[in-house]
């Protein structure tokens, strides 16, 4: 009887430890953003694996701009100019909370995006007379939160999305930037979430490359 109830009890902890090992389980793959405004349209392409985030922009004519390697659970952040073959790690400062001039509204509105159904965030920064719509999607994206809070504490804010609160696991599926009078400024779109198992090469920085104090 002791045996069968140490092996009901190995069964249970073996199955407690598979269930939290999947509810801890966060996204991994490759996600495509479209950056649109009236002068021209713009990508970024966003890599993670494990606790590593990769932050590719490209040009209207889809031409790698710039990439940053993120190590999140390091805080470390380095740039890389392709066309240079150089590379620099960036400062990160402490971490500082300046929001004074900003308010958040967790609006009732929702819609369907990409067949997630999202719901809109209203940020209004009134010292950078902007109000920016968020439509946020739930999900596995807990990744996206510490990447947005540690690029703000450097040089690189991914200023786009430097508005966005405390998200927790949501993304924004669509974002809509405009003056206080209502003019649209910007639109940034998600246009493909893939979940896959980026190549480990994609986060290293390149042998050949040299480290330097400045890029520019």
Same mark, same amino acid.
């Given at each position: 009887?002791?045996?069968?109830?140490?092996?009901?009890?190995?069964?249970?902890?073996?199955?407690?430890?598979?269930?939290?090992?999947?509810? +801890?389980?966060?996204?991994?793959?490759? !996600?495509?953003?479209?950056?649109?405004?009236?002068?021209?349209?713009?990508?970024?392409?966003?890599?993670?694996?494990?606790?590593?985030?990769?932050?590719?922009?490209?040009?209207?004519?889809?031409?790698?701009?710039?990439?940053?390697?993120?190590?999140?659970?390091?805080?470390?952040?380095? +740039?890389?100019?392709?066309?240079?073959?150089?590379?620099?790690?960036?400062?990160?400062?402490?971490?500082?909370?300046?929001?004074?001039?900003?308010?958040?509204?967790?609006?009732?509105?929702?819609?369907?995006?990409?067949?997630?159904?999202?719901?809109?965030?209203?940020?209004?920064?009134?010292?950078?007379?902007?109000?920016? +719509?968020?439509?946020?999607?739930?999900?596995?994206?807990?990744?996206?939160?510490?990447?947005?809070?540690?690029?703000?504490?450097?040089?690189?804010?991914? +200023? !786009?999305?430097?508005?966005?609160?405390?998200?927790?696991?949501?993304?924004?599926?669509?974002?809509?930037?405009?003056?206080?009078?209502?003019?649209?400024?910007?639109?940034?779109? !998600?246009?493909?979430?893939?979940?896959?198992?980026?190549?480990?090469?994609?986060?290293?920085?390149?042998?050949?490359?040299?480290?330097?104090?400045?890029?520019?």
């Amino acid at each position: 009887m002791r045996n069968r109830y140490s092996s009901f009890l190995v069964l249970i902890i073996i199955f407690l430890s598979s269930l939290s090992t999947v509810c +801890a389980r966060t996204f991994e793959g490759s !996600i495509n953003f479209v950056r649109e405004t009236v002068f021209d349209t713009t990508r970024i392409n966003i890599y993670v694996k494990d606790s590593m985030v990769r932050v590719d922009e490209r040009d209207t004519k889809n031409r790698l701009v710039s990439s940053h390697i993120v190590n999140l659970d390091k805080e470390e952040v380095y +740039a890389l100019s392709h066309s240079k073959e150089l590379y620099k790690k960036l400062l990160v400062s402490s971490y500082s909370n300046d929001n004074g001039s900003v308010s958040v509204k967790k609006t009732q509105n929702s819609k369907e995006i990409n067949g997630h159904t999202c719901n809109q965030w209203r940020v209004r920064d009134e010292r950078m007379n902007t109000e920016v +719509a968020y439509w946020m999607c739930d999900g596995e994206f807990e990744f996206f939160s510490k990447l947005l809070n540690l690029l703000r504490r450097t040089e690189y804010s991914l +200023a !786009i999305f430097s508005a966005v609160p405390e998200v927790g696991g949501f993304i924004p599926m669509l974002t809509e930037e405009r003056t206080l009078l209502r003019k649209e400024k910007l639109k940034i779109r !998600i246009v493909d979430i893939e979940h896959n198992n980026p190549s480990s090469s994609l986060f290293g920085i390149p042998s050949h490359f040299k480290s330097v104090n400045r890029l520019s």
